[in-house]
């Protein structure tokens, strides 16, 4: 299932019937699992991601291999529909790991033809995390936290996301020869660290000789890095896109239930204006997203694609719930409305895989201006 093309060759980054039909299932899953008031109590419990909805992710609904492709377990599809998944887990700010085993631990292992880990993540029967500092943006060094001796691993690596509740590792690891190198591990000491998203819970990895499997090395190890990182850039942003269409969409029914003075706050000019602005932003946002979903899915400049979606993306998914915050007014600011938890993802979200300024050099140095 490839993206569409429009009669004159460009991409066509609406939305297909198949991708409308998978919103529908998506949404109507999660509103019936993961409604508003279920996530906030589960940010309080001792294990803050919802196993039981991953687990009804991938088994109802199949969505945990959508891009790889069949004879390795997968859907056969594409990361587009992928960045629809993303949207609506975004929209619900579902507590699963999603990101860290659907795209960032499968973009590595899609790159490496791997062939025996991927079908297990594909499945949803095992969930992957790639091991890096969740800040970590595309274009960067190798990182050199782990080091490898003797065939074993040492080192600490934090803010590592999804890896609480992951099954195996990608470990990127540097030999003593100063080989880039990637490795998946199943003997590492998880440790949860405080996360401002309390949705996605960042947990701290430290191995002390840790046996592991290498499964690149040299420049095929930077390429399924550079892979895994470009294509969550690119993925992120709809995720943000989702937090963002929450954000508008809450808020204008908001506007509409909310009275003062005797009549609805959407009916007062300032409010309108703001509510005008935030759909433009969203609406912009929306056209980002999809055209990184794009490159992603084509292969097609992927590196551009995804500095262009975390340049506007992060800044845009901050101000609309921003914005849903305190056109709510008292109440959004309380911890039993649920806008606290999409603020906070927007503020986790535009700092992982690089902040908006890193993605602006980046864009700068590829385009050499």
Known sequence: MNATTTDQGGADLGYSEVEEELRANVRALLAERAPANATLARTEAEQTTDLALWRALAGELGVTGLPVPEELGGAGASWRETAVVLEELGRAVAPVPFFGSCVLATAALLALGERKILPQLASGEAIGALAIPFASAPGGAFPADVRVSQGLLSGTVRQVADALTADVLLVPAVAADGTAELYAVTGALVEPTVSLDMTRQLA??????????????????????????????????????????????????????????????????????????????????????????????????????????????????VTATEEAVQLHGGIGFTWEHPAHLYLKRAKSASIALGTADRHRARIASLTHL
């Not at 499964?215 to 399924?224: H, V």
């Open 204 to 317: 701290v990895v430290t191995l002390e000789e840790v046996e592991g499997i290498l499964l690149a090395s040299g420049s095929e190890a930077a390429a399924a890095l550079d892979a895994a990182l470009e294509t969550g850039a690119a993925l992120l942003a709809s995720e943000q896109l989702g937090v963002a269409g929450w954000a508008l969409t809450t808020t204008v029914a908001y506007a509409k239930e909310r009275h003062q003075f005797g009549r609805p706050i959407g009916g007062f000019q300032a409010v309108k204006h703001r509510l005008a602005d935030l759909w433009v932003l969203v609406t912009q946002l929306r056209a980002v997203a999809r055209a990184g979903a794009d490159a992603v899915t084509r292969d097609a400049e992927r590196a551009l694609y995804a500095a262009l979606a975390q340049a506007f993306a992060s800044g845009a998914a």
